[in-house]
């Protein structure tokens, strides 16, 4: 039973326009996600995170927004580029309410920018 | 180092074989995970220590694999007797002490292969 969904195996945009990446979960206990890049032969690459508190966080091109009543959150990428082409994998973690630490990821999504 | 490192990169093994993997962590962190990601899906939590304490190995998914971290810094997973199953990437993470988000940093992984 998957408690973090991707249900997009794959997303094509064109460069310069806007990524959005989705991504749902079950286990209301999560308290922070998490988002990783993930180029062929290399191991994910932290890259954006929020807290179950906020519902949205900014860093330079990414967005992370957080529904947290629909258990949705999804990370917009503007303008993208190239270089943005690779796996993206959704993260959830239940640590902050005293849950395992480790990390439960989605099957990724595969971005894939046009030019 | 700067990251995460592991080896080898890639390791093929015949059914039966014992095989060794090993994780060197960011210096200075004290949490280091073990994660499994088979073909086209998401890694998968296997275990956790915080320094030579191995606090959660409840994602090991048989007494086949066995996890170690002595001087509290490099760490091995183990597997014995491996299977065609076993194939897989092992991903090692490791995760600093005033991490607020959980955010655990990935090496490259090796790429199991068990003929």
């Known amino acids: 039973d998957q408690q973090v969904k991707q249900n997009s195996p794959s997303l094509s945009v064109q460069e310069g326009r806007i990524s959005i990446l989705n991504c749902d979960y079950t286990n209301s206990m999560f308290d922070y996600f998490l988002w990783y890049k993930k180029y062929p032969a290399e191991g994910p690459t932290f890259l954006i995170s929020?807290?179950?508190?906020?519902d949205k966080n900014e860093d330079g091109r990414f967005t992370v927004f957080l529904n947290k009543s629909a258990k949705h959150l999804s990370l917009h990428i503007v303008p993208s580029q190239p270089g943005d082409s690779a796996v993206y994998f959704c993260?959830?973690?239940?640590?902050?309410?005293?849950?395992?630490?480790?990390?439960?990821f989605g099957k990724g999504t595969h971005l894939i920018i046009q030019p | 180092g700067a990251g995460v490192s592991q080896s080898p990169r890639y390791k093929v093994a015949k059914r039966g074989q014992d095989v060794a993997l090993r994780c060197d962590p960011i210096?200075?962190?004290?949490?280091l995970f073990w994660y499994q990601q088979a073909l086209g899906q998401g890694p998968e939590f296997l275990t956790y220590f915080q320094n030579e304490a191995q606090l959660d190995k409840s994602g090991l998914p048989s007494d086949r694999f066995f996890a170690e971290r002595p001087e509290g810094s490099v760490s091995t997973l183990k597997i014995q007797r491996t299977q065609q199953e076993d194939s897989a990437v092992y991903l090692c993470a490791s995760r600093g002490q005033w991490s607020s988000y959980n955010e655990q940093f990935f090496g490259p992984g090796t790429r199991l292969t068990v003929l």
């Open positions: 993260a959830a973690s239940a640590l902050g309410g005293g849950g395992a630490d480790g990390l439960t």
């Open positions: 210096s200075g962190h004290v949490s």
């Open positions: 929020i807290s179950s508190i906020k």
